[in-house]
C-alpha cells in the first residue's frame, strides 16, 4: 500500500476485539481519503489498495456500528462507502477488453465482494435503519439540507451493496441454501429497514426517493422468480404434481431406451478381436470403400467428421449467452419477501409506478432508468397473478398508456441493438425486459377476462378493443419474429416472444369469435409520382401534318361563318394583369398558344385566341389590324401555323445543367401514409406469419424440444398448426432441416410425453408423401424455404402462373407491339418506351408490362436496355488533366463578362453548372460564387424593366431608340441565334427561377379564383382597409395558404387542421394585429385554444371550396366589366397602364427599403456603368446604316400612344441598380434577340411577318416556367 494511504488509515484507529478505537484525527484521515479517492488515476489504484487493506470491514464499519453517535464522523463514513462500494462498470465505464484493465476490473469486483459479505450483519443495518427512521420522523420543515443528503446517501449505499454480483467460485450453494445475498436480505429484514423501504414508497412527502427505493426493491427481488415466492410455503399443487410426473416420465423412458442400447450393441458371443469391414457404397478417400474398424453395433453412429478438429465458430455468429439462471433462495429469506410483496402491492405500488412514471416521462431520470419500470411492471403483476388476482392493486400499470410506452420501448431498443453493435448485448437484454413487460400486461388482460366482477371484464374488453384495433399492436409480433437473430437475442427471448405470440394470437381469436365483424385501422404507404412529371405527347409537326391541319381547321372556321359562341370567347384569357411575368412574354406566350390550338385542330378557339391577344396588344398589328378581314384573319392564322415560332423545350442533359434541375427532372416516387379502416380477417392475419423468416424462428426453438418446457412445445404445434391446416400451407414445411428434426422427434424414447408433436410430424409428413407421388420435383424442393408463391407452385403446378400472365397478351397486341417497337426503335427519341405507351391501343398497360413484354418477345435483351435515363450529368471525380484545364480555362476567361459560361461551353468533360462551381471553390480559384456572376452594366439602353411594354429604363430613352438598337443587333444567322437563346436562356440562377415560378403560379390561381368564385361583399371592406393600412403582402401569403390547403385537400381527399405558421417578421406582425386577427374570424379560421397552441389553424370542417372562395375574397377589388362596351375597354391599353399603375406603386413602395441600403458609392458607379454603356450603344447605332422603313413609320404614333404610360413608369437609376440579377439576365437576354416567323407567302407578307416581331422589345420565347406549366 502506498504510505501516504497506510498513515492515513492508520490514523484511523484500531480494532481490539470486538471494541474499536478511534483515534483523534479520525474525521480528517476519513476525509483525507475520500481526497485521495477524488483523485485516482484509471487503474483505481486507491480503491484497490483500500480493498486490500480491508478499510471498510475492519476501520468503516466498526466505526458507524459504535460511534454512531458523532454525527459528523458517521456523516463522513457514509460518504466514504458510498464511494468505496461504487459498482465496477461505473468506475470503468463498461468491461475492459484490454487485459490489463480488465484484470483491474476484476480486483475491484473482488473487493466488493469482500464488502458484501461484511455487510451481512444484523448490527450495520440497525444503526442505518436507526439513523434513517430518526431523520424520516423529522418534518419538511425541520429537515435541513444535509439530513436530504445523508438519506440519500444511505439509500445509495444500500443499493449499492445490494448491486455487487455474486462470486460463483466461492459461492457453490444449492437452491434452498442461503447465500450471501441471502443473509444481506435477512439482515435488511431483521433490521426492519424493509418497512422503511414500504415507507419512502407509499409516503406522499416522500416522493423524491422513487427512483432510489424503486431500485433497491429490484435488485433484493433479482435472483428470485414470481411463481416461486407465490409457492414459497404452500402445498404443491395437483397441476405442478402432474408436471414433475411427466418430467419423471420422460428421464425414466430416455433411460431404458439408453440401456437396451447399450444391451444391442454387445453381442451375444463375446469377441476377442473387433474385427474389420467393408462398407460398400460409402467412398473413402481414394476410390476404394471405406474399411471400418470397429464394432459393427456402432455403425450407425459413423460419420467422417470423427477425428477432426472442431471449427471454432467467428465470435459475430456465435449464439447470444443467457443471462445467469434463477436460484431458490432459502425458505425464511421467500417467506419474508412474499410478505413484502403483499404489503408492496396492497400499499404501494400504484403510487410508486405513478411516480417513477412521471419523472419517466419528465426525463427527471437517468439513463436507462426505465428498465426498473419494466422489471417493476413485469414482476409484480405476474406475482398479482399468481397470489389471487386483484385488478385494483395493478390499475396503475393497466392501461392502453402503458401498452403504447412498452410498445415505444421495444422500437427504441431494436433500433439501438442495430446501430448500436458494441453494446448490443446490453440492448437486447433491455428489450427482452420489455418483451416481458409486454407479455405480462396481456396475461393480466386475460386473468380480467375470467374474473367474476362484470366492471374488470368490461375494462379489459375495452383495452383488448383498443390494441386489437391499432396496427401496431397487431403488427409488433410479426416484426418481432421476423427480426429475431440468434447472434444477438438468447433463447430465452425467443422463449417468451414465442409464448406471447401464442397468447396475442389466442386472445384475438377468442375476440373475433363473438363478434360478427370486427373493424381494425389501416395503414397504408401510398406512393404516388409526383405532379407534373408526365407530359402529353408532342404534336406531329412535318409538313404533310401540318397541310392535313390546315384542310381541317379552315374547312370548321368557313363552316362557322367565322362566328364565335360567347362562351368560348368569354373563356379565353390571353393576359393576367396580377402575373408577374412581362407583357412581352406574355404576347409570346399568346402566340405559341394560338400555334398550339392549330396543332390540335382547334380551330374556333385559334380564332378567338388570336382576336382576344389583338384587343390587349393592339399596337404593331402584330395580330392584324382592328379592321381585319375575315380571310386576312385565316391567312394570319395560316402564317402563324407554320411559323418556327421560338419555343423553350426542357433543356438536354449537359454542362450548362443545374444538378439541382436535373434532380428534379427525374422520376421521383412522394410517400404519404393513409389511414382507413377494413374488416379484420382472423385467416389473413395468420397470412402474415406465413414467411420463411418467421417460420425459422419456431423451427430453431422446436430444436431443442427436450429441453423446453410442455408449454413451449405446444405453443410451437399451434403456430405450425395454424399454417399447415388452417392455411392449408403444409408445404411450407416441406424442407430437408425440418424433415431431419421430424425423424429426431419420432426415433426419440421419450416421443410418448411429445404426442402433440409426433402426431403433427406424422401429418406433414404423410402430405409430403402424398404429394411427391404426384409432383416428382418435390424432393428437389426439400432443399429451399418456400414462400407463399412457391408453395403454390409446388402445389398447384409450376406452369400455370406463368401461363396466365403469357395470356394477357393477344396476338394482335403483339403484333402491333411488335410493328411499334420496330417502327421507333431508331428513332431519336430518348426514351422508346415513353413513346409506345400513348400509341398503344390499351391505354392500361403500364411501363413495367411493356418493357417485360419486349423482353419476353426477344426485341429487347434486358430491362436495362429500356430502362429510363435520367437527366444531369453523372460524372464526379476530376483527373488531374481535368483540373489542370478547368485552371487554364479560368485564367483565360476571368477577365471576361461571364466567366462561368465560357468556362462551360470550352470544358472537354461535360458537368453541371454546380459542380464547375464547387470545384472552382474548392480548388481556390474563386473565393465567392459571386465572382463567376455574369458581369452586367445596370440600366443600359434597350434594357427593359420587365414590367411592360412602354416602360423603358434609363434616363429619356424612347420606344424608337430601343426599337432602332434591337434591329441592328438583329443576327443575320437564324441557326446562331437559336443557340445564342439557349445558352442565354440557362444563366439565371436556379432559386431566381423558382422564385419566378412561384409568383407566376401565384398570379395564375388568383386569376382562375377571380374568375371563377365571386367575391364575398362581407369581407372586401375588410381587405380594402389591410391593403390601405400596407399589408398586401400578407393579405397575398395568406390567400396562397388557403389555395394550398384547398388542393392538399382535394388531392389527398383528407380534412384535418392546418396551423397557419408564419416565416417572416411582416406576416408576423400581421398575425398579431386585431384587424388581421378579425379578418381570419370573418373567413372561419380558428385562434389558439390553449397554451399548447401558437398558431392559427385552418379547421378541417371547412371545404375545398369555401377555402377556394375565402382565397377569392381576399382579391383586391376590381370593377367587373357590364356589357360588350366595358369588356373591350378592360382591355384597352390605358386600362392595362392603369392597372400596371398601382403595380408599379406597389413596387415601387417595396422597393423604397432597400433603396435605404444601398450607399452612394454603390449608386455612383451604377450610373457611371449606365451612361458608359448608353454611350457605346449610341455609337453603335450611328455606325450602323440599316433601320426598317416600317420602324421610323410606325414610332412616332406608338411613341404617341404610350407616352402616358412610359412617365407614369420611368425608373429611377438608383432603382436599375437594386435590380436583381434575374432581371437584369431577362434584359440583356431580350435586347439581343427577336422572333423569327417564317412564312410561305409572298415577299410583300414575309416582310411584314418579320418587321413587326422585331419591334418588340423583348425577346418571344416561352420561359422553362411556363412550359411545365403546359
Given at each position: 500500500?502506498?504510505?501516504?494511504?497506510?498513515?492515513?488509515c492508520?490514523a484511523?484507529?484500531?480494532?481490539?476485539?470486538?471494541?474499536?478505537?478511534?483515534?483523534a484525527?479520525c474525521?480528517?484521515?476519513?476525509?483525507?481519503?475520500?481526497?485521495?479517492?477524488?483523485?485516482?488515476?484509471?487503474?483505481?489504484?486507491?480503491?484497490?489498495?483500500l480493498?486490500?487493506?480491508?478499510?471498510?470491514?475492519?476501520?468503516?464499519?466498526?466505526?458507524?456500528?459504535q460511534?454512531?453517535q458523532d454525527?459528523?464522523?458517521?456523516?463522513?463514513?457514509?460518504?466514504?462507502?458510498?464511494?468505496?462500494?461504487?459498482?465496477a462498470?461505473?468506475?470503468?465505464?463498461?468491461v475492459?477488453?484490454?487485459p490489463?484493465?480488465?484484470?483491474?476490473?476484476?480486483?475491484?469486483?473482488?473487493?466488493?465482494?469482500?464488502?458484501?459479505?461484511?455487510?451481512?450483519?444484523?448490527?450495520?443495518?440497525?444503526?442505518?435503519?436507526?439513523?434513517?427512521y430518526?431523520?424520516?420522523?423529522?418534518?419538511?420543515?425541520?429537515?435541513?439540507?444535509?439530513?436530504?443528503?445523508?438519506?440519500?446517501?444511505?439509500?445509495?449505499?444500500?443499493?449499492?451493496?445490494?448491486?455487487?454480483?455474486?462470486?460463483?467460485?466461492?459461492?457453490?450453494?444449492?437452491?434452498d441454501d442461503?447465500?450471501i445475498?441471502?443473509?444481506?436480505?435477512?439482515?435488511?429484514?431483521?433490521?426492519?429497514?424493509?418497512?422503511l423501504?414500504?415507507?419512502?414508497?407509499?409516503?406522499q412527502?416522500e416522493?423524491?426517493w422513487?427512483?432510489?427505493?424503486?431500485?433497491?426493491?429490484s435488485?433484493?427481488f433479482?435472483?428470485?422468480?414470481?411463481?416461486?415466492?407465490v409457492?414459497a410455503?404452500?402445498?404443491?399443487?395437483?397441476?405442478?404434481k402432474?408436471?414433475?410426473?411427466?418430467?419423471?416420465?420422460?428421464?425414466?423412458q430416455?433411460?431404458?431406451?439408453?440401456?437396451r442400447?447399450?444391451?444391442?450393441?454387445?453381442?451375444?458371443r463375446h469377441?476377442?478381436?473387433g474385427?474389420?469391414?467393408?462398407?460398400?457404397?460409402?467412398?473413402?478417400i481414394g476410390d476404394?470403400?471405406?474399411i471400418y474398424?470397429?464394432?459393427?453395433?456402432?455403425?450407425?453412429?459413423?460419420?467422417?467428421?470423427?477425428?477432426?478438429?472442431?471449427?471454432?465458430?467467428?465470435?459475430r455468429?456465435?449464439q447470444?449467452?443467457e443471462?445467469?439462471?434463477?436460484?431458490?433462495?432459502?425458505?425464511?429469506?421467500?417467506?419474508?419477501?412474499r410478505?413484502?410483496?403483499?404489503?408492496?402491492?396492497?400499499?404501494?405500488?400504484?403510487?410508486?409506478?405513478?411516480?417513477?412514471?412521471?419523472?419517466?416521462?419528465?426525463?427527471?431520470?437517468?439513463?436507462?432508468?426505465?428498465?426498473?419500470?419494466?422489471?417493476a411492471?413485469?414482476?409484480?403483476m405476474?406475482?398479482?397473478?399468481?397470489?389471487?388476482?386483484?385488478?385494483?392493486?395493478?390499475?396503475?400499470?393497466?392501461s392502453?398508456?402503458?401498452?403504447?410506452?412498452?410498445?415505444?420501448?421495444i422500437?427504441?431498443?431494436?433500433?439501438?441493438?442495430l446501430?448500436?453493435?458494441?453494446?448490443?448485448?446490453?440492448?437486447?437484454r433491455?428489450?427482452?425486459?420489455?418483451?416481458?413487460?409486454?407479455?405480462e400486461?396481456?396475461?393480466?388482460?386475460n386473468?380480467?377476462?375470467?374474473s367474476?366482477d362484470e366492471?374488470i371484464r368490461q375494462?379489459?374488453?375495452?383495452?383488448?378493443?383498443?390494441?386489437f384495433?391499432l396496427?401496431?399492436?397487431?403488427?409488433?409480433f410479426?416484426?418481432?419474429?421476423?427480426?429475431y437473430?440468434?447472434?444477438?437475442?438468447?433463447?430465452?427471448?425467443?422463449?417468451?416472444?414465442?409464448?406471447?405470440?401464442?397468447?396475442?394470437?389466442?386472445?384475438l381469436?377468442?375476440?373475433?369469435?363473438g363478434?360478427?365483424?370486427?373493424?381494425?385501422?389501416?395503414?397504408?404507404?401510398?406512393r404516388?409520382?409526383?405532379?407534373g412529371?408526365k407530359?402529353?405527347?408532342a404534336?406531329?409537326?412535318?409538313?404533310?401534318?401540318?397541310?392535313?391541319?390546315?384542310?381541317i381547321?379552315?374547312?370548321?372556321l368557313k363552316a362557322?361563318?367565322?362566328?364565335?359562341?360567347?362562351?368560348?370567347?368569354?373563356?379565353?384569357?390571353p393576359f393576367?394583369?396580377?402575373s408577374?411575368?412581362?407583357?412581352?412574354d406574355?404576347?409570346?406566350?399568346?402566340?405559341?398558344r394560338?400555334?398550339?390550338?392549330?396543332?390540335?385542330?382547334t380551330?374556333?378557339?385559334?380564332?378567338?385566341?388570336?382576336?382576344?391577344?389583338?384587343?390587349?396588344?393592339?399596337?404593331g398589328?402584330?395580330?392584324?389590324?382592328?379592321?381585319?378581314?375575315?380571310e386576312?384573319?385565316?391567312?394570319?392564322l395560316?402564317?402563324i401555323l407554320y411559323?418556327?415560332?421560338?419555343r423553350?423545350?426542357?433543356?438536354?442533359?449537359v454542362?450548362?445543367?443545374?444538378?439541382?434541375?436535373?434532380?428534379?427532372?427525374e422520376?421521383?416516387?412522394?410517400?404519404?401514409?393513409?389511414?382507413?379502416?377494413?374488416e379484420?380477417d382472423?385467416?389473413?392475419?395468420?397470412?402474415?406469419?406465413?414467411?420463411?423468416?418467421i417460420?425459422?424462428?419456431?423451427?430453431?426453438?422446436?430444436?431443442?424440444?427436450?429441453?423446453n418446457?410442455?408449454?413451449?412445445n405446444?405453443?410451437?404445434?399451434?403456430m405450425l398448426?395454424?399454417?399447415?391446416?388452417?392455411?392449408?400451407m403444409d408445404?411450407?414445411?416441406?424442407?430437408l432441416?425440418v424433415?431431419?428434426?421430424?425423424?429426431?422427434?419420432?426415433?426419440?424414447?421419450?416421443?410418448?410425453?411429445?404426442?402433440?408433436?409426433?402426431?403433427?410430424?406424422k401429418?406433414?409428413?404423410?402430405r409430403?408423401?402424398?404429394?411427391?407421388?404426384k409432383?416428382?420435383?418435390?424432393?428437389?424442393?426439400?432443399?429451399?424455404?418456400?414462400?407463399?408463391g412457391?408453395?403454390?407452385?409446388?402445389?398447384?403446378?409450376?406452369?400455370?402462373?406463368?401461363?396466365?400472365k403469357?395470356s394477357?397478351?393477344?396476338?394482335?397486341?403483339?403484333?402491333e407491339?411488335?410493328?411499334?417497337?420496330?417502327?421507333?426503335?431508331?428513332?431519336?427519341?430518348?426514351?422508346?418506351v415513353?413513346?409506345?405507351l400513348?400509341?398503344?391501343?390499351?391505354?392500361?398497360?403500364?411501363?413495367?408490362?411493356?418493357?417485360?413484354?419486349?423482353v419476353?418477345?426477344g426485341?429487347?435483351a434486358?430491362a436495362?436496355?429500356?430502362?429510363?435515363?435520367?437527366?444531369?450529368?453523372?460524372?464526379?471525380?476530376?483527373t488531374?488533366e481535368q483540373?489542370?484545364?478547368l485552371?487554364?480555362?479560368h485564367?483565360e476567361?476571368?477577365?471576361?463578362?461571364?466567366?462561368?459560361?465560357?468556362?462551360?461551353?470550352?470544358?472537354?468533360?461535360?458537368r453541371?453548372?454546380?459542380?464547375v462551381?464547387d470545384?472552382?471553390?474548392?480548388?481556390?480559384?474563386v473565393?465567392?460564387?459571386?465572382?463567376?456572376?455574369?458581369?452586367?452594366?445596370?440600366?443600359?439602353?434597350g434594357?427593359?424593366?420587365g414590367?411592360?411594354?412602354g416602360?423603358?429604363?434609363?434616363?429619356?430613352?424612347?420606344?424608337?431608340?430601343f426599337?432602332d438598337e434591337?434591329?441592328?443587333?438583329?443576327?443575320?444567322?437564324?441557326?446562331?441565334?437559336?443557340?445564342?437563346?439557349?445558352?442565354e436562356?440557362e444563366?439565371?440562377e436556379?432559386?431566381e427561377?423558382?422564385?419566378?415560378?412561384?409568383s407566376?403560379?401565384r398570379?395564375?390561381?388568383?386569376?382562375?379564383?377571380?374568375?371563377s368564385?365571386?367575391?364575398?361583399?362581407?369581407?372586401?371592406?375588410?381587405?380594402?382597409?389591410?391593403?390601405?393600412?400596407?399589408?398586401?403582402?400578407?393579405?397575398l401569403?395568406l390567400?396562397?395558404?388557403?389555395?394550398?390547403?384547398?388542393?392538399?385537400?382535394?388531392?389527398?381527399?383528407?380534412?384535418?387542421?392546418?396551423?397557419?405558421?408564419?416565416?417572416?417578421?411582416?406576416?408576423?406582425?400581421?398575425?398579431?394585429?386585431?384587424?388581421?386577427?378579425?379578418?381570419?374570424?370573418?373567413?372561419?379560421?380558428?385562434?389558439?385554444e390553449?397554451?399548447?397552441?401558437?398558431?392559427?389553424?385552418?379547421?378541417?370542417k371547412?371545404?375545398?371550396?369555401?377555402?377556394r372562395?375565402?382565397?377569392?375574397?381576399l382579391?383586391?377589388r376590381?370593377?367587373?366589366?357590364?356589357?360588350?362596351?366595358?369588356?373591350?375597354?378592360?382591355?384597352?391599353?390605358a386600362?392595362?397602364?392603369?392597372?400596371?399603375d398601382?403595380?408599379e406603386?406597389?413596387?415601387?413602395?417595396?422597393?423604397?427599403?432597400?433603396?435605404?441600403?444601398v450607399?452612394?458609392?454603390?449608386?455612383?458607379?451604377?450610373l457611371k456603368?449606365?451612361?458608359l454603356?448608353?454611350?457605346?450603344?449610341?455609337?453603335?447605332?450611328?455606325?450602323?446604316?440599316?433601320t426598317?422603313a416600317?420602324d421610323?413609320e410606325?414610332?412616332?404614333?406608338?411613341?404617341?400612344?404610350?407616352?402616358?404610360?412610359?412617365?407614369?413608369?420611368?425608373?429611377v437609376?438608383?432603382?436599375?441598380?437594386?435590380?436583381?440579377?434575374?432581371?437584369?439576365?431577362e434584359?440583356?437576354?431580350?435586347?439581343?434577340?427577336?422572333?423569327?416567323?417564317?412564312?410561305?407567302?409572298d415577299?410583300d407578307?414575309?416582310?411584314?411577318d418579320?418587321?413587326?416581331?422585331?419591334k418588340r422589345?423583348?425577346?418571344?420565347?416561352?420561359?422553362?416556367?411556363?412550359?411545365?406549366?403546359e
Amino acid at each position: 500500500m502506498n504510505c501516504d494511504l497506510l498513515a492515513t488509515c492508520s490514523a484511523l484507529g484500531y480494532l481490539e476485539g470486538d471494541t474499536y478505537h478511534k483515534e483523534a484525527e479520525c474525521l480528517e484521515s476519513v476525509k483525507d481519503l475520500i481526497r485521495y479517492l477524488r483523485h485516482e488515476d484509471d487503474t483505481r489504484d486507491v480503491r484497490q489498495q483500500l480493498g486490500a487493506g480491508q478499510i471498510v470491514q475492519n476501520d468503516l464499519l466498526p466505526i458507524i456500528v459504535q460511534h454512531g453517535q458523532d454525527k459528523a464522523l458517521f456523516d463522513a463514513c457514509i460518504r466514504l462507502m458510498v464511494n468505496l462500494t461504487q459498482p465496477a462498470m461505473l468506475c470503468f465505464g463498461k468491461v475492459p477488453d484490454d487485459p490489463v484493465f480488465r484484470h483491474h476490473f476484476l480486483e475491484v469486483t473482488a473487493h466488493l465482494q469482500a464488502c458484501k459479505e461484511a455487510f451481512a450483519s444484523e448490527a450495520v443495518f440497525g444503526i442505518l435503519s436507526e439513523t434513517l427512521y430518526t431523520l424520516l420522523q423529522l418534518d419538511w420543515e425541520q429537515r435541513q439540507e444535509e439530513d436530504n443528503l445523508l438519506i440519500e446517501r444511505m439509500l445509495l449505499l444500500v443499493r449499492n451493496v445490494l448491486h455487487v454480483p455474486a462470486d460463483p467460485c466461492e459461492e457453490k450453494k444449492v437452491d434452498d441454501d442461503a447465500s450471501i445475498h441471502d443473509r444481506l436480505l435477512w439482515a435488511i429484514h431483521m433490521s426492519g429497514f424493509d418497512d422503511l423501504i414500504k415507507f419512502l414508497a407509499s409516503a406522499q412527502s416522500e416522493q423524491q426517493w422513487s427512483m432510489h427505493v424503486l431500485e433497491i426493491i429490484s435488485l433484493m427481488f433479482r435472483d428470485q422468480t414470481p411463481e416461486a415466492l407465490v409457492s414459497a410455503g404452500q402445498a404443491r399443487s395437483a397441476e405442478e404434481k402432474n408436471r414433475d410426473g411427466l418430467e419423471l416420465e420422460a428421464l425414466r423412458q430416455k433411460e431404458h431406451a439408453a440401456k437396451r442400447s447399450r444391451t444391442f450393441q454387445r453381442g451375444t458371443r463375446h469377441s476377442r478381436f473387433g474385427g474389420s469391414y467393408v462398407v460398400q457404397g460409402l467412398k473413402a478417400i481414394g476410390d476404394n470403400d471405406v474399411i471400418y474398424h470397429r464394432n459393427i453395433h456402432n455403425f450407425k453412429n459413423h460419420t467422417h467428421d470423427s477425428g477432426k478438429a472442431v471449427r471454432r465458430v467467428p465470435k459475430r455468429y456465435r449464439q447470444a449467452r443467457e443471462c445467469k439462471d434463477k436460484r431458490r433462495s432459502a425458505l425464511n429469506v421467500r417467506l419474508f419477501l412474499r410478505e413484502f410483496c403483499v404489503d408492496f402491492l396492497e400499499n404501494c405500488y400504484n403510487r410508486l409506478m405513478y411516480l417513477v412514471k412521471e419523472s419517466l416521462s419528465r426525463e427527471q431520470t437517468q439513463q436507462h432508468d426505465e428498465t426498473y419500470y419494466l422489471w417493476a411492471l413485469s414482476f409484480f403483476m405476474a406475482f398479482n397473478r399468481g397470489n389471487g388476482f386483484r385488478a385494483d392493486l395493478v390499475s396503475e400499470t393497466m392501461s392502453i398508456r402503458a401498452f403504447h410506452y412498452i410498445e415505444r420501448n421495444i422500437t427504441n431498443y431494436y433500433e439501438m441493438l442495430l446501430t448500436d453493435r458494441k453494446e448490443a448485448t446490453s440492448w437486447s437484454r433491455r428489450m427482452h425486459l420489455a418483451l416481458k413487460a409486454y407479455q405480462e400486461l396481456l396475461l393480466t388482460v386475460n386473468e380480467m377476462d375470467r374474473s367474476q366482477d362484470e366492471s374488470i371484464r368490461q375494462s379489459s374488453s375495452v383495452i383488448k378493443s383498443n390494441i386489437f384495433y391499432l396496427m401496431e399492436y397487431r403488427e409488433i409480433f410479426v416484426t418481432l419474429l421476423r427480426k429475431y437473430d440468434e447472434t444477438k437475442q438468447p433463447h430465452s427471448y425467443l422463449v417468451d416472444l414465442v409464448e406471447s405470440t401464442h397468447l396475442f394470437m389466442r386472445m384475438l381469436e377468442r375476440f373475433c369469435k363473438g363478434r360478427n365483424n370486427l373493424m381494425v385501422q389501416k395503414k397504408k404507404v401510398r406512393r404516388r409520382k409526383s405532379q407534373g412529371k408526365k407530359k402529353p405527347p408532342a404534336p406531329d409537326t412535318s409538313p404533310e401534318a401540318l397541310v392535313e391541319s390546315w384542310k381541317i381547321v379552315e374547312e370548321e372556321l368557313k363552316a362557322l361563318g367565322f362566328q364565335l359562341s360567347e362562351s368560348l370567347t368569354e373563356g379565353i384569357v390571353p393576359f393576367d394583369a396580377t402575373s408577374e411575368t412581362p407583357l412581352e412574354d406574355q404576347r409570346t406566350e399568346a402566340m405559341v398558344r394560338v400555334q398550339d390550338a392549330l396543332l390540335v385542330r382547334t380551330g374556333p378557339e385559334a380564332l378567338g385566341m388570336l382576336r382576344a391577344a389583338r384587343e390587349v396588344w393592339p399596337e404593331g398589328d402584330v395580330f392584324g389590324s382592328a379592321d381585319v378581314d375575315p380571310e386576312e384573319e385565316l391567312e394570319l392564322l395560316k402564317q402563324i401555323l407554320y411559323a418556327n415560332l421560338p419555343r423553350t423545350s426542357p433543356p438536354e442533359p449537359v454542362a450548362e445543367e443545374y444538378e439541382e434541375d436535373a434532380a428534379e427532372l427525374e422520376e421521383e416516387e412522394m410517400e404519404s401514409i393513409q389511414v382507413s379502416e377494413k374488416e379484420f380477417d382472423f385467416l389473413d392475419f395468420i397470412k402474415r406469419f406465413a414467411q420463411p423468416t418467421i417460420v425459422r424462428p419456431y423451427l430453431l426453438l422446436l430444436k431443442t424440444y427436450s429441453k423446453n418446457t410442455p408449454h413451449t412445445n405446444h405453443c410451437i404445434a399451434r403456430m405450425l398448426h395454424r399454417l399447415a391446416v388452417d392455411l392449408k400451407m403444409d408445404a411450407q414445411l416441406f424442407q430437408l432441416s425440418v424433415f431431419n428434426l421430424f425423424n429426431k422427434i419420432l426415433s426419440d424414447p421419450a416421443a410418448a410425453a411429445y404426442r402433440e408433436l409426433v402426431t403433427f410430424a406424422k401429418f406433414v409428413l404423410n402430405r409430403f408423401f402424398s404429394l411427391a407421388a404426384k409432383n416428382n420435383k418435390a424432393y428437389a424442393e426439400l432443399l429451399f424455404w418456400k414462400n407463399v408463391g412457391a408453395v403454390r407452385e409446388m402445389t398447384e403446378g409450376y406452369s400455370k402462373e406463368g401461363e396466365e400472365k403469357r395470356s394477357a397478351w393477344t396476338e394482335e397486341e403483339e403484333e402491333e407491339l411488335r410493328n411499334l417497337f420496330e417502327e421507333h426503335r431508331d428513332s431519336e427519341m430518348p426514351d422508346v418506351v415513353e413513346t409506345l405507351l400513348p400509341l398503344l391501343s390499351n391505354s392500361n398497360r403500364t411501363r413495367r408490362q411493356v418493357v417485360t413484354q419486349l423482353v419476353h418477345m426477344g426485341l429487347a435483351a434486358s430491362a436495362k436496355e429500356l430502362k429510363k435515363q435520367k437527366k444531369g450529368t453523372r460524372i464526379v471525380l476530376w483527373t488531374e488533366e481535368q483540373e489542370e484545364e478547368l485552371q487554364m480555362l479560368h485564367e483565360e476567361y476571368k477577365d471576361s463578362d461571364d466567366v462561368l459560361g465560357d468556362i462551360l461551353k470550352k470544358l472537354t468533360a461535360k458537368r453541371s453548372r454546380a459542380r464547375v462551381v464547387d470545384k472552382l471553390l474548392s480548388m481556390g480559384l474563386v473565393s465567392d460564387r459571386r465572382e463567376l456572376y455574369k458581369k452586367r452594366s445596370r440600366g443600359a439602353p434597350g434594357k427593359s424593366s420587365g414590367k411592360s411594354s412602354g416602360k423603358s429604363s434609363g434616363k429619356r430613352m424612347t420606344e424608337e431608340d430601343f426599337l432602332d438598337e434591337l434591329t441592328r443587333g438583329f443576327p443575320d444567322d437564324p441557326v446562331d441565334r437559336d443557340d445564342e437563346e439557349e445558352d442565354e436562356s440557362e444563366e439565371s440562377e436556379e432559386d431566381e427561377e423558382q422564385d419566378r415560378e412561384t409568383s407566376q403560379n401565384r398570379g395564375r390561381k388568383s386569376q382562375s379564383l377571380n374568375s371563377s368564385v365571386e367575391r364575398r361583399p362581407d369581407v372586401g371592406n375588410m381587405v380594402n382597409t389591410l391593403q390601405q393600412e400596407g399589408m398586401s403582402a400578407p393579405l397575398l401569403w395568406l390567400q396562397n395558404r388557403l389555395i394550398k390547403t384547398a388542393e392538399d385537400r382535394e388531392e389527398d381527399g383528407l380534412s384535418q387542421p392546418v396551423p397557419i405558421v408564419p416565416l417572416n417578421e411582416e406576416n408576423e406582425d400581421a398575425m398579431d394585429k386585431k384587424s388581421f386577427q378579425k379578418l381570419l374570424r370573418k373567413l372561419g379560421l380558428r385562434a389558439p385554444e390553449n397554451e399548447q397552441e401558437t398558431f392559427w389553424r385552418i379547421p378541417a370542417k371547412i371545404s375545398v371550396s369555401q377555402l377556394r372562395s375565402a382565397a377569392a375574397a381576399l382579391s383586391p377589388r376590381e370593377e367587373e366589366p357590364t356589357g360588350g362596351e366595358e369588356q373591350d375597354s378592360s382591355r384597352s391599353p390605358a386600362r392595362e397602364s392603369e392597372k400596371e399603375d398601382e403595380m408599379e406603386k406597389d413596387k415601387e413602395q417595396e422597393k423604397e427599403k432597400d433603396k435605404k441600403r444601398v450607399s452612394g458609392e454603390q449608386r455612383a458607379e451604377a450610373l457611371k456603368a449606365l451612361l458608359l454603356k448608353r454611350k457605346r450603344k449610341h455609337q453603335t447605332s450611328e455606325q450602323t446604316d440599316f433601320t426598317p422603313a416600317e420602324d421610323t413609320e410606325s414610332t412616332p404614333e406608338r411613341s404617341q400612344e404610350n407616352t402616358s404610360t412610359k412617365r407614369s413608369k420611368r425608373r429611377v437609376v438608383e432603382d436599375d441598380s437594386d435590380n436583381d440579377d434575374d432581371d437584369d439576365d431577362e434584359k440583356e437576354n431580350d435586347s439581343t434577340t427577336a422572333m423569327d416567323i417564317e412564312t410561305n407567302g409572298d415577299a410583300d407578307s414575309d416582310k411584314e411577318d418579320i418587321s413587326a416581331p422585331v419591334k418588340r422589345r423583348r425577346k418571344m420565347v416561352l420561359s422553362d416556367d411556363e412550359d411545365d406549366e403546359e
